[in-house]
């Protein structure tokens, strides 16, 4: 059977390996964040050059706060930078911004920054890129049960549509391809409710060096996955 759904609406990428590339050159660990943070842009391009509409990419788990606390600084001001430098050209490129996860834990001053550029890039229609930033599967899905809670929506009327409006996605698709750099094979609590049917892509390239022949092998092999979604 030949994959029908192509070029896939929605990827999603868990950018895992920035410390293990920095690691192999004797470089600090955010030097890796550096590398993999200047590769976020070409890597947009890339894909919205192939037709896909929804890109998510997994910047900062709800885990990572328990990192060293150097490093946690070092990403969030590594956050701050992204939005200044980028958020002005990817408006300019027609490129919308979501934010995936929570948003309490930031500063203010952070918070009021990603809440400006998605502010300002909510009617551009190109590409919708969301940064999954400070995100954790099950803390969306308890937060989404929280809300639901707060709403007194009877137990009795909750289906799985209903319960997707409480999640951060509440109005982007499913993705259909997840990948992930580095050569680890784990979901490591990314999208697990939306991605129950996805078809999943292991890589051993490091995130800093993810480039288009990579996208390229990546979506060739979802084109040759069969997508039953339980059906014979």
């Known amino acids: 059977m030949i994959q029908t759904n192509y070029p896939p609406q929605h990827v999603a990428i868990i950018m895992d390996g920035n410390g293990r590339w920095a690691n192999n050159r004797g470089l600090p660990r955010l030097v890796g964040h550096e590398a993999g943070g200047k590769n976020i842009r070409p890597?947009?391009?890339?894909?919205?050059?192939?037709?896909?509409?929804?890109?998510?990419?997994?910047?900062?788990?709800?885990?990572?706060?328990?990192?060293?606390?150097?490093?946690?600084?070092?990403?969030?001001?590594?956050?701050?930078?992204?939005?200044?430098?980028?958020?002005?050209?990817?408006?300019?490129?027609?490129?919308?911004?979501?934010?995936?996860?929570?948003?309490?834990?930031?500063?203010?001053?952070?918070?009021?920054?990603?809440?400006?550029?998605?502010?300002?890039?909510?009617?551009?229609?190109?590409?919708?890129?969301?940064?999954?930033?400070?995100?954790?599967?099950?803390?969306?899905?308890?937060?989404?049960?929280?809300?639901?809670?707060?709403?007194?929506?009877?137990?009795?009327?909750?289906?799985?549509?209903?319960?997707?409006?409480?999640?951060?996605?509440?109005?982007?698709?499913?993705?259909?391809?997840?990948?992930?750099t580095g050569g680890e094979t784990r979901l490591s609590n990314f999208l697990l409710w939306q991605a129950a049917y996805s078809e999943l892509y292991f890589i051993p390239v490091l995130w800093p060096d993810f480039g288009h022949k990579d996208v390229e092998e990546a979506l060739s092999e979802y084109r040759r996955r069969q997508r039953r979604f339980g059906k014979i």
């Open 43 to 180: 890597v947009v391009k890339i894909f919205a050059d192939y037709g896909v509409k929804y890109l998510t990419l997994y910047a900062f788990s709800t885990e990572n706060w328990t990192r060293p606390r150097a490093e946690v600084a070092g990403l969030l001001s590594l956050l701050g930078k992204k939005i200044d430098q980028e958020t002005q050209t990817f408006h300019q490129e027609n490129i919308r911004l979501v934010h995936l996860g929570r948003l309490d834990k930031l500063s203010n001053r952070l918070r009021e920054k990603m809440k400006a550029a998605v502010e300002l890039t909510k009617n551009n229609t190109g590409l919708t890129l969301c940064l999954a930033f400070d995100y954790g599967g099950r803390d969306e899905i308890v937060q989404a049960a929280r809300r639901m809670a707060g709403a007194g929506i009877p137990g009795d009327n909750i289906d799985e549509s209903v319960f997707a409006r409480y999640l951060y996605t509440t109005d982007i698709p499913n993705p259909d391809l997840v990948i992930r």
